[in-house]
């Protein structure tokens, strides 16, 4: 207490950073691919916050700007949700992808010669024959086979032909696009948006053009037939738009941590558009996108899903005023007795995402690692061949995955054609299904059981090849695909099981002779929930997804245990996420918060310099001069470095950052004359007695982080883990006995937590 | 770093505590009425974890006990999901409440002659007659003047009295139970609960005894007629059963930490329970209840939520194979205009919440500092006796408020003989309405109105009173029953003038000429939800909440914007919801997440030692005798002490507890001999040399914490916050440069910014 008066004698006001002095143009921002300092960008943040409030006073210009300022956090979101929805649901997923998609989708198979821009539905809107089986009645729509060969003989190899005509030529066009101008659109992008909301800077990956390429490309490549979905890069596209409407708010534009929070935002408003799914949506951005999310990002996040629901629901896209994409309705309830199948499903989920992860990252490791990664084109190509040619002949591979999930969802009705709905009772033109008697399967159903096992598998090898490929491609949509086929299989089977066996004792209670008992749809909707589960790892965002996807909130408990089941059959077998695995595959610094730190180490063990380095680079307070500086700065490669009071004692004063200093050296010399390079640098609030005859010495206070994160060096690293987690931080200093010993950056504890996992420490690439 | 062997040079394994010795017992345990110390708590149960761990493969008994130790977890939250519904709403809700309750309710109208335990609605089931209106119609059922008097005058009068005799009787009852039994089963639970989430002690609050109690008489509560609801005491229970079983765990039991994880989950299995409504009840958790909700007690609380619901299907209380308690089916579409009125309600739920905040702090706050507080059983007779009163004349408040609010939620329909829906048509014998044409109201809606209104104005001046008396009293209920009411008189008016005014430009576009399309129903939930709102301050949990309490998924938007609204309107009045406001009233040491610390002080200026104080009680490392130790223990108050190198130098070596060094010398005393005192307490590593004749010096290394958390002097307080809010601290050391200045303690910070609000930092009470 006795010489605590030393540099620490300043007014009250000051802080952090020296405020009574002018701000360096340039302190305080990053470089690409570094890693933010959330505890100093809050700070920031409720600095311009105050002097807004101390000056709002003094006019009505000011009060308003202090207005403006304290509502432009809802009004970004708002924006957000807003135009998300126009471009991303309207311009892209109804007029674009509901219609262009749709549309290109039927071009792979022909063309309406009434008016060559409708899709096959508005075609044949008056033929009322849109059913899946009656596909080719309708006068007005023309096969590629008819159109170019008439009648003839071939015309299934003509129309087969120009089905991967169109395929190939999509995906083509997408790849080519991405290539050549938004590297950055390709793939779901939600593995980058994680680490950027984690605290990382990728310039570019949230831009204009990326938001352009990708929306254009989607829809291409979901045109293209690829085994992939929309929704994933649709939370990509949503995060761009509120990247962009944030610089109309410098509040955002300029902080990295509340930009952040308008990104968490838009992540929950681009599910809920995706899905049509508000609540679902915050919970998604809650359990799997973001990386912070306090209760007010939580209200901003449910008022951005709030908009993006309402602009959803009075432009009305399916057409059923409700905003569900797959709305199902089930005349039964479900039985204590089914649970044993849904688990069964689980397990299923979490087995196959368990396998998918491990086969997909071998897969893309292979790609990052040999020369095959050079060829994006050709492997698109090649993929969208191969998806073609096989899609083709089995009507559940060539449809559209949405529609096929949608189709396996439904419930049989009277009304249902679909070769799904094939039963006994159904083919006598008795009317009284499901009410009625004979829920025995002809063999339409059993035909339809062996096309849709061949696209289970087809889906699962195809999806492993093309999640990664150089377009973008989401992942929800084939899994769900992946889990309703199982679901609708596992659904008929224990259906005709309970219909040849109603005397067993399981049965006997509740499954009456000839009643409907059982609902594949049913079984097919939880298979769905337990393979998204088994791939993500998400559990209640999942659950409440898919009930608001489908508006069965009676099925909680089924898909409440399905979910839970995939999940720990999945972390038995490794406890990463596909987005987590792709976030280590590309080495980006990505604290986990799920993982936790388990070993016993402690700090000294972690901090640089280990036992046989150089000393740590550290400038002393003031007497050093600038040359002397100038010099640690360029044999150094570190991004900060403490400033101690003396050699001798060691007592740390601060911190100061490489990319600060710079900036302030060229600062000083263009601005203050007589800085030379013997003139002395100090940290402190005075100057220190010199020489009559020296320079003008140089004042770096302004750049001093004054209260740097210290941690003893007897500190267990879980809690330091800790601590940089739930801080945010990006160095902290270790002392002894209150002397400076070392460092901890973000960096290093990633390598060694690399290492303690038995992994290649130097896979961590980035600061 | 040249001195950094001194105290430092212990093995790798030395962590926190030093484990190589034997544990002191009693060490690590907290008191009533105390903080506790998150880091710390965690350490210790990474510790045993590895401890555990570690033994695994050395026999299969340990193996298993690992696997026991790993499944634990699981383990408990399904013995609190179980059991808590077996209890609490097995026994309570059904057995007890849905039958206990009704009958005990029903007791204060009359009696049923064939089987004194029925009901009415049990009693006169053959009868068909069990609708409000026609509820004295049935043979069986006899009121209390025609069993006393026979059909003779005074019947209303003798009715009047027995209805008043029976409540005040519960009421006595209740208030006695818990006067002598369990003092802490009073209220709703959920601020003290919240409390003890955030970190503190109150030992019993969870107890077998507030269990018991609180179940017995929440009953007694709810059946004396006053304006108050189970669910809030019910999370309470859900708490107290989670408490309990963590007992049947030493990992959970011995950690306080870990324990607030299971009562995280418990709570939501509470609002699961108590509700129906899983997801909304973790929801609830994680955003009104929990303090720390990592993504593992996110899945726990869901897995909790999910047994319980199981639970409650299986059971099937409701009778409609639906979780749901007020399930609602409604036979329009909502319009664009009615978000409107939609907001309007939403204010009006702000205004509530907001006016009841202030009314009931200022009453309880009256409570707590007159004399009146002194005769608790007095003030719940007084309140129950105006309640039943005022209550009886008006059918709307006579009747049970669940059933009110069920009614108000319902839509007319045909068959729905209550008088809110004498509608013309129905009057007419119509049968055709809803689809039918005529919309006008008869005067039995006008008097129905005219009722509804002065039971909205009882009940708001009923629950300002009501909550906070002693006896168990939750807020949702009452809260929402005003809601419900406000909102159906707004349907009903929006309703009339749909129909007096269809040709409006407002109304012309979607309400055509007699058709319905208004559904007042829907308003009474929308106006719900606003209210609860306005009162909890809850949005995304609370939407999710009445969207599974009433399966209405369609009406989410309009859900959604009453809620926000009533949010915004509400923290324009004051942030604070209505528990935060009881926990501010409490004086408990409750640092919310919510509040955000706008101001410029630094971490010197909140520190003790102030300017004039005394300075502070430190301890050096190695050269204090005994007598001089227990001399500054018994000086001082404070809880810790810091430990220093020497009096000269005043750098840091650690932080030693009040409690554990007490523990320590009085354990030392017992079992080593040659402990005087003018014994050397020292806390390094090796003992200082001693003069040949000293007596055996006292280690006490083991009770050191090596790693405090120290800030320097210049940390702004921001900051400082932050840290203690996210990591959970209970103290941090302040520094300058190196040297020790002072401490400060979560105390410390409540009192500064009870000081910085101008409110009465002593209102502040534990540490």
Same mark, same amino acid.
């Given at each position: 207490m006795s010489n605590g008066g030393g540099g620490g004698g300043a007014s009250s006001s000051t802080h952090l950073l020296d405020l009574l002095e002018e701000p360096i143009p340039g302190v305080g921002t990053y470089d690409d691919f570094h890693t933010i300092d959330w505890v100093r960008e809050k700070c920031k943040d409720r600095e311009r916050h105050r002097k807004i409030n101390s000056k709002k006073k003094e006019s009505a210009w000011e009060f308003t700007k202090s207005l403006y300022d304290a509502w432009s956090g809802w009004l970004v979101v708002t924006l957000t949700g807003l135009p998300i929805f126009f471009l991303a649901e309207t311009a892209l997923s109804l007029s674009l992808s509901h219609a262009a998609a749709d549309w290109l989708n039927d071009l792979k198979e022909g063309v309406c010669l009434s008016a060559m821009w409708f899709n096959h539905e508005q075609c044949c809107w008056d033929s009322n024959e849109t059913t899946f089986a009656e596909r080719d009645k309708c006068p007005q729509w023309k096969t590629w086979a008819e159109l170019i &060969? +008439?009648? #003839?003989?071939g015309s299934y190899i003509m129309n087969y032909f120009m089905f991967t005509f169109w395929a190939l030529s999509f995906a083509f066009l997408a790849v080519s696009l991405v290539k050549v101008f938004a590297p950055y659109a390709c793939g779901s992008g939600i593995p980058e948006i994680k680490t950027i909301l984690s605290g990382f800077i990728i310039r570019g990956y949230l831009g204009k053009w990326t938001l352009m390429i990708k929306t254009i490309t989607l829809v291409l490549a979901v045109a293209s037939g690829l085994s992939l979905g929309k929704e994933g890069p649709l939370v990509h596209v949503a995060c761009c738009c509120g990247n962009i409407f944030s610089y109309l708010f410098p509040k955002y534009s300029k902080n990295e941590a509340k930009k952040r929070e308008v990104l968490s935002a838009a992540s929950a408003a681009g599910v809920s558009v995706a899905f049509g799914a508000p609540i679902g949506g915050v919970l998604f951005s809650l359990e799997e996108v973001s990386y912070y999310f306090p209760l007010k990002t939580l209200w901003r996040s449910f008022f951005a899903a709030l908009v993006a629901a309402f602009v959803l629901r009075s432009i009305n896209p399916f057409g059923n005023s409700r905003l569900v994409l797959f709305y199902v309705e089930y005349h039964t309830p479900w039985y204590l007795f089914e649970l044993f199948p849904f688990i069964l499903l689980g397990v299923f989920g979490g087995l196959w995402g368990a396998f998918f992860i491990r086969a997909n990252i071998a897969w893309c490791r292979r790609r990052k690692s040999t020369r095959f990664g050079k060829y994006p084109v050709l492997e698109v190509i090649t993929v969208a061949a191969i998806t073609a040619i096989v899609a083709f002949p089995n009507p559940y591979t060539r449809q559209n995955t949405s529609e096929l999930i949608k189709e396996l969802f439904t419930d049989c009705g009277p009304l249902e054609s679909s070769q799904l709905c094939q039963y006994r009772s159904q083919m006598n033109g008795s009317q009284a299904y499901p009410a009625g008697s004979d829920a025995a399967a002809t063999p339409g159903v059993y035909s339809a059981m062996w096309q849709l096992s061949l696209a289970l598998i087809f889906k699962i090898i195809m999806t492993i090849f093309t999640f990664g490929l150089k377009v973008p491609s989401g992942l929800f949509i084939p899994s769900m695909a992946i889990g309703a086929i199982a679901g609708r299989i596992v659904g008929i089977a224990v259906e005709q099981l309970a219909y040849y066996h109603h005397d067993w004792f399981l049965f006997r209670e509740w499954c009456e002779v000839g009643a409907d008992c059982i609902t594949p749809g049913l079984y097919a909707m939880v298979g769905a929930a337990a393979c998204l589960g088994g791939v993500t790892r998400m559990t209640v965002s999942l659950v409440v997804i898919v009930f608001e996807l !489908? #508006? +069965? &909130?009676?099925y909680i408990v089924p898909l409440m245990a399905a979910v839970m089941t995939s999940k720990w059959v999945g972390d038995a077998f490794g406890r990463e996420g596909i987005y987590e695995a792709h976030i280590r595959l590309n080495g980006y610094p990505f604290l986990d918060a799920? @993982? @936790?730190? !388990?070993? !016993?180490? &402690?700090?000294r063990e972690v901090m640089r310099p280990r036992r046989n380095d150089l000393p740590l680079a550290v400038l002393t307070q003031d007497d050093m001069t600038l040359a002397e500086l100038q010099n640690i700065i360029s044999q150094t490669s570190c991004n900060g470095f403490p400033v101690i009071v003396s050699k001798e004692s060691q007592r740390l004063v601060g911190f100061a950052l490489r990319r600060d200093i710079t900036i302030a050296i060229e600062n000083a010399r263009r601005k203050q004359e007589g800085i030379m390079l013997n003139s002395r640098v100090y940290f402190t609030q005075h100057a220190p007695t010199l020489p009559a005859d020296s320079p003008r010495p140089l004042k770096l206070r302004s750049i001093l982080d004054m209260s740097p994160f210290t941690v003893t060096d007897h500190t267990p690293m879980e809690i330091v883990v800790d601590i940089f987690r739930k801080l945010g931080l990006r160095q902290c200093l270790v002392t002894h006995n209150g002397r400076l010993l070392g460092i901890i950056t973000k960096k290093d504890i990633l390598r060694h937590m690399a290492q303690m996992a038995n992994q290649d420490p130097e896979s961590i690439m980035f600061n």
């Open positions: &060969l +008439g009648q #003839g003989p !489908t #508006g +069965g &909130l009676e799920k @993982e @936790e730190f !388990t070993h !016993t180490t &402690l700090a």
